[in-house]
């Protein structure tokens, strides 16, 4: 197996992300090709005692996709970017999986026009998996890549969650939700109402409308279903929630001499939290509906984050599931268009 | 001023209701009606020791919109409700204000039948005040009365934010913000796009794009503007994160005896956050664009929750933002339709 990492593009120097995908490379024993500055990736190398070639080689490459460039624009004139050049490896079929902490829109159109979609999908949309207080992550689709949506495209995104639940996961018999703002049918927008409708007549375990503060504590589904503008606000307003709560407990505790005590005796348990909530350890989501394996990495991935998504990545071609997900197109039911 | 409490409808027993609008009535010295079932009432006033028809009367009904009752089904056909007798007597200029704790949708429902807009509002919208880490709370419209929106309503939204910051919280020069998915201008659905356009050629002081991770820790705007599903799937999943975060911790701290000395240690600490994330203190939320005074509170609203929602009331009579609120309507800019 042979994993391309975009090691440009993202927060953090490539450095980092290199140690990272070497890391990830040695652990789970797949080749990973490096795509970005050559001298760069090269020190890095040598860093590691790494020589170019072998299990580990590099894509090098001129220009730099930034988190600023517009999609689009960016995709069809940086030519020489990682982001293009990788993706184009996938497209051959020299590489498995491209893996990419890079600007998340550039990252959805390259994987659109160079390696197209699965066909019956018109629009992919990018899997998140997060950490619940049962223990199991809830899946989300689509957390980003379409910001205005039709029931169908949520329909597709239904079957992808549930396909990745059931065939990555290991889930038998995986149930879907969708994310309204109440749980009665009939409830929230035009958009879900007549989502609604299509999912119930549909193949899929469908549990009906689930709530946003219920998501991770009761994990209502495994598959929660949104379009890409709601799924992003509700990720964000997540992480802000949590944010909040940490930062204000950090300020409480300052200069409080019984709390501060107090705070390391708890440190322990600060850390089983923090880890339990972590994204980081989360580093990818897939994108599905693309005809190859794409991970999106965070933007702020650092080369534990690197590692994960790798992992993400792995898991993806070790079940086949660009194949499956072909297949269940047609097989799940009568959802190809 | 009079105010007229919804005392059915809630999570609660009435009873609970009924002592959170004695107590802010008596600390206020504005005059409370109840509207709701007479018995109970009655019984609630006898324990507090009050008599009926004072600072403190009661509107006897017979029926009850619950929860789960259709929004537009039960406003025409529970004729006997607090909920449309309360309403009505909002009409009838027979009291300033009307506070429920009932069901969102037929309190909005309600409103628009009974009490009507102001003219060149066609939807009103709900906000809600959120606490920051900044110390200053952060408002954000629509939370809910309206899953699918026009630019047109956004920007209504906008203006009445602005005007509710100004005319009742007392910020000068009030800023709005777009809830979307990214920063940069054309982020984001259509909607968002054409309110962006439009709110910029608009009379507000308009910043821009603003991020749901952001506005808990930063505050970067005074008026959060949003569509009413967005913004309640983002305030469910920031009360989801919180939830999540304090959970785990507990649970994480239990049975570890060091952990446990450290909680104890740390409880001021704790007891502090809780209070500056409270939502139970910010009982009520405003329905701002029909023509009179309503506020929404929590279904699971208690005695404090319910003080809390009919200080908000009184503050939106003080200042007489109903007639301030029409005149922005055409004084702010050419916004009326």
Same mark, same amino acid.
């Given at each position: ?13 490539? +450095? ?30 040598? $860093?590691? /005692? ?33 982001? *293009? ?19 998340? /829109? ?33 899946? *989300? ?12 495209? #949520? ?10 639940? +059931? ?10 939700? #969708? ?11 035009? #958009? ?6 299509? =999912?119930?007549?549909?193949? =899929? ?21 949104? $379009?890409?503008?709601?799924?992003? *606000? ?10 909040? *709560? ?9 200069? +409080?001499? #019984?709390?501060?005590? /107090? ?19 989360? /580093? ?40 499956? =997900? ?12």
């Amino acid at each position: 197996m042979r994993i391309l990492l975009d090691v440009m593009g993202g927060d953090l120097p490539s +450095r980092e992300l290199v140690k990272g995908g070497i890391a990830a490379g040695r652990r789970r024993g797949v080749d990973v090709v490096f795509a970005g500055d050559a001298h760069e990736i090269e020190s890095a190398f040598s $860093d590691a /005692g790494v020589h170019a070639g072998g299990q580990f080689d590099l894509l090098p490459c001129t220009e730099t996709i930034t988190m600023d460039d517009p999609p689009v624009k960016a995709v069809r004139e940086k030519k020489d970017s990682s982001l *293009v050049l990788g993706l184009s490896a996938l497209k051959d079929g020299t590489v498995d999986a491209f893996v990419s902490p890079g600007n998340t /829109g550039a990252v959805v159109a390259g994987s659109i026009f160079i390696v197209d979609r699965i066909p019956g999908i018109p629009r992919p949309g990018i899997l998140a998996s997060l950490p619940t207080l049962t223990g199991e992550d809830i899946l *989300v689709i689509d957390v980003g890549a379409n910001s205005d949506c039709t029931p169908e495209q #949520l329909d597709h995104f239904a079957l992808m969650g549930a396909s990745y639940a +059931r065939d990555v996961l290991g889930i038998d018999e995986p149930t879907t939700g #969708l994310l309204n703002i109440g749980a009665e049918r009939g409830k929230g927008n035009r #958009l879900i109402a007549d989502t609604f409708t299509q =999912l119930e007549a549909g193949p =899929l375990a469908f549990a009906g409308n689930v709530e946003a503060h219920h998501l991770l504590i009761d994990r209502p589904v495994d598959v929660v279903v949104c $379009d890409g503008f709601v799924g992003n *606000v509700f990720l964000k307003a997540v992480e802000g929630g949590i944010s909040a *709560v940490t930062s204000l407990l950090k300020r409480t505790i300052r200069g +409080r001499v #019984l709390a501060m005590a /107090g705070a390391l005796l708890m440190s322990g348990s600060f850390a089983r939290v923090r880890k339990s909530l972590s994204y980081r350890k989360r /580093g990818g989501a897939p994108l599905l509906g693309v005809n190859g394996v794409v991970v999106i990495a965070h933007g702020r991935s650092d080369a534990v984050a690197i590692e994960s998504a790798i992992d993400v990545a792995c898991r993806e071609v070790e079940v086949g599931l660009i194949d499956r =997900l072909s297949q269940g197109m047609s097989g799940w039911g009568d959802h190809g268009s």
